[in-house]
């Protein structure tokens, strides 16, 4: 707990917001609802990738991640590579001012310290040691929030992320493997806790167990080719996966079953135009979210999902609707486990039709079996949430805004 500020606290959100990802924006969301319940006071602004975007949907002032407005575009000209050099400099002081404004800093959720799809050391993970370093020297507590973490082999992102997660005041992980990873890595994690993503603290839809004949089926797509490692056979695991899926979807459409499907980023576009190409039936639907909220609202109407990315599995079990995930990564193997599920997942990277729907319909017949289970670790995750947000406030925000929050909490 930090000594009392003048003024109200002065509280900044990090992080690859605002571009697209729907679920970076809901851990945002997720930490300004308890900015609002506990913090009502605090100045809130981010440091993020789309800060149009932040401020249009959320409302807070957002300042832009980068001084070079083509980070994220491959530089092959010697100017545009020149610009980049010359962005990473810019960044060291633009990402200290912005720092030194606060009180706190939140990084909210998301694989901030993992490169489980591909990723470059001077992409995000050098912003995220920037962010880390200037909240030391500028005595600002920087917390990282039930954030994922794995194993790195790249020497230079894995030196970058073990120093962000040193340098952090707080640190939490949404599973128990990313608290080992960062372990491996040589970070002190003897005090880190571990608590669910923090998507299940929103709030979720009312679902209903199904009635009547066999009802519609949301397949979760992904732009996927694979994670950090896998850059040489990029375009086989995405062909695969892709030519996988068009699969499952023309034999359930071949049954008579709507199939619908969704994304959980921009980029997932692509593929969703691929399968309605492939499958030319109007049983074959596509929709168009722009939030979590939306997701869930399309789960919670669904009897079945399959998915792929990581927010589009907490949104299915979030709203109580029984799913089969397309692992890509282990996150996804243990985030199925500790909802109940573990037996429903299948490699996004060796994509095989026919056991996909063996396993589909296992899960099916499981169906109510399954909603039961998922009500009671929902109820669970919600209370562990709970608890992680009165750590986060007594652990690194200031005292008297302590005390207000405390006093709110106990109040009938």
């Known amino acids: 707990m930090t000594s009392a500020p003048e003024g ?6 990090f992080g690859l917001l605002g571009s697209g990802n729907l679920g970076n924006d809901g851990s945002l969301e997720a930490v300004l609802g308890y900015l609002r319940a506990d913090h009502p006071d605090a100045v809130v602004d981010a440091l993020c990738g789309g800060p149009e975007a932040v401020t249009a949907r959320f409302g807070i002032p957002a300042t832009r991640m980068h001084w070079n407005r083509a980070e994220y575009r491959t530089a092959s000209r010697a100017g545009s590579i020149a610009s980049k050099g010359l962005g990473k400099f810019v960044d060291i002081f633009r990402t200290a001012a912005w720092v030194r404004k606060h009180d706190v800093v939140i990084v909210p959720g998301m694989g901030v310290l993992e490169a489980t799809l591909p ?19 500028m005595r600002t507590r920087v917390a990282l929030v039930s954030v994922g973490a794995a194993e ?50 929103l709030p979720a839809p009312p679902s209903s167990a199904p009635s009547g004949p066999p009802g519609t089926v949301c397949v979760g797509v992904m732009d996927f080719h694979g994670g950090n490692d896998d850059r040489a056979r990029a375009d086989e695991i995405y062909r695969r996966y892709l030519d996988g899926t068009i699969r499952f979807v023309r034999t359930l459409v071949g049954e008579g079953r709507p199939v619908r499907l969704l994304t959980g980023d921009r980029c997932d576009a692509t593929v969703v ?13 596509a929709a168009e979210p722009t939030s979590l909220d939306d997701l869930m609202n399309e789960m919670a109407a669904a009897d079945t999902v399959v998915a792929v990315r990581y927010h589009n599995l907490i949104c299915a079990l979030k709203t109580g609707t029984p799913v089969l995930a397309l692992s890509y990564a282990a996150k996804s193997d243990a985030l199925m486990d500790r909802m109940g599920l573990g037996a429903f ?24 079996e399954l909603r039961g289970t998922l009500a009671e670790r929902n109820l669970a995750a919600a209370r562990q949430l709970r608890d992680q947000f009165g750590s986060l406030t007594a652990a690194v925000f200031p005292a008297t805004d302590h005390t207000h929050a405390h006093a709110r909490q106990e109040s009938p």
């Open 8 to 13: 109200p606290v002065r509280v900044g959100v």
């Open 119 to 137: 990723l470059r050391p001077w992409g995000f993970p050098y912003s995220l040691f920037l962010l880390c370093a200037s909240g030391r020297l």
């Open 152 to 201: 790195i082999r790249n020497r230079p992102t894995r030196a970058l992320v073990r120093w962000s997660g040193r340098l952090a005041a707080y640190r939490s992980y949404r599973d128990a493997q990313s608290r080992d990873a960062m372990r491996a890595m040589g970070v002190d994690t003897a005090r880190d806790e571990v608590y669910p993503d923090l998507a299940f603290s």
């Open 273 to 285: 135009a691929a399968i309605l190409d492939a499958v030319d039936s109007p049983l074959v639907t």
């Open 345 to 368: 997942c299948h490699p996004a990277r060796e994509v095989d039709a026919d056991r996909l729907l063996e396993q589909f319909r296992a899960l099916e017949k499981r169906s109510a």
